[in-house]
């Protein structure tokens, strides 16, 4: 064998070789494509529901021994077309007496006919009841689990969105929370 067929064939072996070296260099490339697509798109749904809308439905104990009905948007984003769905009537002490006039907190417009915006921060207060009035009602109708809220809304962009959420004021034991002024019952 002479100098230029040994020449030849370490110029194929080497065409192969870097042939084979530049396709796995494609791969590994691919690959790290393929984590960065995946890390951006974990980054931009982490973005997105950071500035998403977010309403909650909560029981609050502001002034002592009353019992509140607070719907808040506590995202950062737009909620807008916010409609309400209550597992069982919301009823207070005065409006579950069969000769009264005063309906049930679940009737009141806002939630039965919804809202139409509610702004980043936002929050409409309803009052419910005094604690101790309620606890003996929610037993009465047996609403040991509470009462399960599902609000349903949209981003200025049009996401929809839907999330439960129980009403249970017979998990706050009426010694437990604070008086107005500031000292515990």
Not at 17 to 37: A, E, P
Not at 87 to 116: N, Q, T, W
Not at 141 to 156: A, D, F, K, N, P
């Amino acid at each position: 064998m002479d100098l230029a067929s040994i020449a030849q064939v370490v110029s194929a072996v080497g065409t192969v070789g870097l042939t084979v070296l530049f396709g796995f260099q494609l791969r590994v490339f691919y690959r790290q494509v393929l984590v960065n697509r995946d890390t951006l798109k974990e980054m931009r749904e982490a973005r997105l529901s950071h500035e998403r809308p977010q309403v909650v439905v909560t029981a609050e104990y502001r002034h002592g021994t009353l019992v509140e009905v607070v719907i808040s948007n506590i995202g950062r984003g737009d909620a807008k077309d916010i409609t309400f769905e209550f597992s069982a009537p919301m009823e207070s002490s005065v409006s579950y007496r069969r000769d009264s006039e005063v309906i049930p907190l679940s009737e009141l417009p806002h939630f039965k006919e919804g809202l139409s915006y509610l702004a980043p921060g936002a929050e409409i207060t309803t009052v419910w009841d005094y604690h101790a009035n309620l606890v003996p009602l929610l037993r009465e109708m047996e609403l040991h689990e509470g009462i399960m809220v599902t609000s349903r809304y949209e981003s200025l962009t049009g996401e929809p969105y839907e999330t439960l959420w129980t009403i249970n004021p017979l998990l706050l034991p009426g010694g437990l929370y604070a008086t107005e002024t500031g000292t515990t019952e």
